[in-house]
């Protein structure tokens, strides 16, 4: 076989098994099959790169380059469905269609609606020429490299019949497996968590690198079709063609002609969709008839000839076991409720934080309580309400919050205007010491590669680290394996642990884990002091002279240099050799020319990339902003700058300067 034909034969297999993996779920062959064919693929196209194909499988996996987004307007706007709740205005809608099409018969096609972020993809002579979001319904971001790495989504069409040129749209969706990973990773970095499957799908698509999104394994499901020459007119029959197209359509769709169909349409997924692997939030009515849809036309907001209703917040009642409590590594103590598992939102539900001490007192819970769980896309499980009329003799004790740390004894003290409680014990309590390692070893603070929690956590119970200063002390027969198997990993663990003496000196600060003191925090009092020793030398009064840093942050930066523990802490860091002051270019890097302005960024840049310009603000004493208002200085603007940042700058008289402004504005 010529060695064009034997790639064309592997890129048309390796489609086939994306769909059938992606798409279809049901794949022919193991992960080391496919696998096989991909290297094999790979090595055919780097010795013949005069067949190289910028749609072939081997293209979906990505580098970390950064993109800035381009807005684009889209051809078709994209407007906002009306939302009813209950069945009477189910009931209304489909009597204003009867009307509006002067009792001609009609069919309504009922889908499921998919929480996730919308998304418009244009097609052109088979392939994927375009990706863009939502965005304010006139004008979206252009996504397309990230969404080229979403594997449901056809980079080139499979099938006959699809027109030459025409829009799909659909929605990007987190699965639920994909997402409850995220946000435990999330957890275990002490970061935010995301509030909900969409939030987090809507997070990955706008990555500045396309590796990010392609780890998180975003889905999409496919439910509309616009163009010039569409197939048919039924609307039910153009997304049942888009099928054979390879797009993802979903199986829940049903054509129905009575309002009693409707019903029992939604009845059925009301319940369903809690099976469903992806969130969803409602169901979808739209009249089948393409050619009805236009006679029944738009109002300003939404078509009249579709309408969206949404399911009541899911809600659970099961029985409360027990309280537990769990310490982070800034010492809060987070009340856990632990209960009868119970299915909801898609998941099964053994856990919900119960916050807080306040939280747990206005609930008024009893151990053996009856309580209700709500999710309602929220992916944090929490209990709002208590099923009094169920309590009995059988009812146990009312669930106290405790006085001393469940991890070292330590009597727990609250801090003014703070909702939890802590453990003042930062130096001999566990979960804070191996918290304060990890958050030292993450990537905003030093960065350590090939460290996780669960290395920390063996190094700790195997008596290698007590401290970060530790850390630095690891040699590599230490961690290589019984055997010496692991040897490779070693290695580059401790390479990594010595490269991040060059970290600047802001992010040490941030790695400290001085409590209060954030990211930007850091920043601020490093940028400040410009050295450690300043640093730990400031008064209270010094402190709260500076802008940002408020008496909770500056009362803890002076506890934290009081602590000898700590005081040691940092001179054994020294010694290793991390940076413990601003580096001369960094010094020189810095001013006040921006000193007490606030800056808004936005648009796409050529000369510096967008984070660049902010490190720049920063760096010059000023504040940058998102949002344009009466007490913004200026705004920093690329092209294809937001059309509503431009009407309120103007509005407001707000100056817009351009790249080579901003930078005469910051070079003396």
């Avoid at 096989?36 to 780097?46: F, G, I, N, S």
């Avoid at 010795?47 to 078709?76: C, G, I, M, W």
């Avoid at 769980?373 to 919050?401: C, M, S, W």
């Amino acid at each position: 076989m010529e060695v064009k034909e034997q790639i064309e034969r592997l890129r048309k297999e390796l489609d086939r098994h994306n769909y059938n993996y992606y798409v279809l779920n049901a794949p022919e062959i193991s992960d080391q099959e496919f696998d096989k064919m991909m290297r094999e693929l790979q090595e055919l196209e780097a010795a013949h790169p005069e067949y190289d194909d910028p749609d072939s499988p081997t293209k979906r996996v990505v580098s970390d380059l950064n993109q800035e987004f381009v807005q684009v307007t889209h051809r078709y706007p994209m407007l906002s469905l009306s939302n009813t709740y209950n069945k009477q205005e189910v009931a209304d809608f489909y009597e204003r269609v009867r009307s509006g099409l002067e009792g001609e018969p009609f069919e309504i096609c009922c889908e499921m609606k998919y929480d996730g972020l919308s998304i418009s993809l244009t097609y052109e002579h088979g392939r994927l020429l375009r990706a863009v979001t939502r965005g304010d319904g006139v004008r979206g971001d252009d996504v397309t490299e990230n969404v080229k790495t979403i594997r449901c989504i056809p980079l080139r069409l499979s099938g006959t019949g699809y027109p030459d040129e025409f829009e799909i749209r659909g929605e990007i969706l987190m699965p639920w497996t994909s997402f409850e990973k995220l946000n435990k990773e999330r957890e275990e970095r002490e970061e935010p968590l995301f509030a909900n499957p969409r939030n987090a799908a809507s997070g990955t698509l706008k990555s500045k690198s396309s590796s990010v999104v392609a780890q998180r394994k975003l889905d999409a499901y496919l439910y509309y079709l616009l163009g010039d020459q569409i197939p048919f007119d039924g609307h039910y029959e153009n997304l049942q063609a888009a099928r054979g197209w390879d797009f993802k359509i979903s199986q829940g769709m049903k054509k129905v002609t009575t309002l009693e169909d409707i019903y029992d349409f939604i009845d059925y997924w009301d319940d369903e969709r809690k099976n469903l692997p992806v969130a969803t939030d409602g169901i979808v009515l739209k009249v089948n008839s393409l050619r009805q849809q236009r006679a029944l036309g738009y109002t300003a907001k939404s078509p009249r000839w579709a309408i969206a209703y949404k399911f009541q917040a899911e809600r659970a009642c099961t029985r409360l076991n027990a309280v537990t409590f769990q310490v982070g590594r800034t010492g809060a103590v987070t009340p856990v409720a632990n209960m009868n598992p119970v299915q909801l939102a898609g998941t099964v539900v053994r856990r919900a934080t119960l916050h807080n001490a306040d939280v747990m007192e206005q609930l008024d819970l009893h151990l053996g309580d009856m309580v209700y769980v709500e999710k309602g896309g929220e992916i944090i499980p929490k209990i709002v309400g208590v099923d009094t009329a169920a309590r009995g003799p059988q009812t146990g004790p009312k669930a106290e919050f405790i006085t001393h740390c469940p991890e070292c004894g330590a009597e727990l003290v609250r801090y003014e205007g703070e909702a939890a409680w802590y453990c003042p014990n930062e130096t001999y309590c566990p979960p804070q010491i191996k918290g304060r390692i990890e958050h030292y070893i993450s990537r905003r603070a030093m960065n350590f590669d090939s460290l996780g929690p669960e290395t920390v956590d063996d190094y700790y119970n195997r008596g290698l680290i007590r401290d970060v200063a530790d850390l630095y002390d690891i040699q590599v027969l230490q961690i290589n394996g019984e055997d010496g198997t692991r040897e490779k990993s070693a290695r580059k663990i401790v390479r990594s642990i010595a490269d991040s003496v060059q970290v600047p000196f802001e992010r040490v600060v941030f790695a400290l884990g001085i409590r209060f003191v954030g990211e930007i925090a850091a920043k601020t009092l490093a940028r400040h002091y410009k050295s450690m020793d300043a640093l730990a030398s400031a008064s209270l009064n010094d402190l709260l002279q500076i802008n940002g840093i408020g008496e909770v942050i500056a009362e803890s930066v002076i506890r934290y240099f009081h602590n000898e523990t700590n005081v040691e802490l940092i001179r054994r860091l020294r010694e290793k050799g991390v940076r413990m002051q601003l580096s001369e270019e960094e010094l020189e890097a810095h001013s006040d020319r921006l000193a007490g302005q606030s800056i808004v960024v936005s648009g796409v840049f050529t000369l510096h990339s967008r984070d660049e310009y902010k490190t720049m603000i920063e760096q010059h004493g000023g504040k940058n902003v998102g949002s344009i208002s009466s007490k913004t200085s200026f705004v920093l603007a690329g092209s294809n700058m937001g059309p509503s940042k431009l009407e309120k700058a103007k509005k407001l008289n707000i100056p817009i300067l351009s790249e080579e402004d901003f930078l005469k504005r910051i070079v003396r």
